[in-house]
């Protein structure tokens, strides 16, 4: 580990075998997914990746309700697809990431059904763009179908290896053990 933490290939490493070894407890025959959050947490280890996504004002968006809200102005707005797709695949990521690895706190504050919905919505939408785009989308069509699940998978994978140490932040305790593990 170096001074500012474990490199991110070998951060993707860690994350890769955690996901493979829950899926393989779950009986989940899915690798490309499983290399898909694979990514996903590596990048989400940094949380300045949490709220990457800008306003067309330069706003940082910070909650689902304003990341949904930006993704439908560019739509009406006939703004660039790729952005659009950008901030509903960010959505997707953000929801699946909460819900799996913060699913108690998700859950305190009444948010879970709201975030299973919209992130399947979301990774619909970003499989949708992607047949207008003519690119591979079997990965998010594979993760809208079955949102809750592979949620519910990462939570699994978080309740296995992760220990709770009982503090009042969450994502404090997460980020420390990242530290420790990786």
Do not use: C
Not at 44 to 73: C, D, M, P, Q, W
Not at 142 to 160: N, T, W
């Amino acid at each position: 580990m170096g001074a500012i933490g474990p490199s991110p290939s070998r951060l993707h490493r860690f994350f890769e075998w955690l996901i493979r070894r829950s899926f393989q407890d779950l009986s989940i025959q899915e690798p490309t997914v499983a290399h898909y959050i694979s990514d996903l947490l590596t990048g989400f280890a940094r949380s300045e990746n949490l709220y990457k996504i800008k306003s067309l004002h330069g706003k940082k968006l910070e909650t689902v309700v304003e990341l949904l809200l930006e993704a439908e102005r560019m739509e009406e707005l006939g703004s660039d697809l790729e952005k659009e797709r950008e901030i509903y695949k960010h959505t997707g990521d953000y929801i699946l990431f909460m819900s799996g690895i913060f699913r108690e706190y998700v859950e305190k504050n009444a948010f879970l059904r709201y975030y299973l919905e919209e992130g399947e919505r979301a990774y619909q939408t970003v499989f949708e763009m992607d047949l207008k785009l003519y690119r591979p989308a079997y990965v998010f069509l594979e993760l809208a179908r079955r949102f809750e699940f592979y949620s519910g998978a990462v939570h699994y994978m978080k309740k296995k290896f992760f220990k709770e140490r009982g503090s009042d932040d969450p994502f404090l305790d997460f980020a420390g053990q990242l530290e420790i593990m990786a």
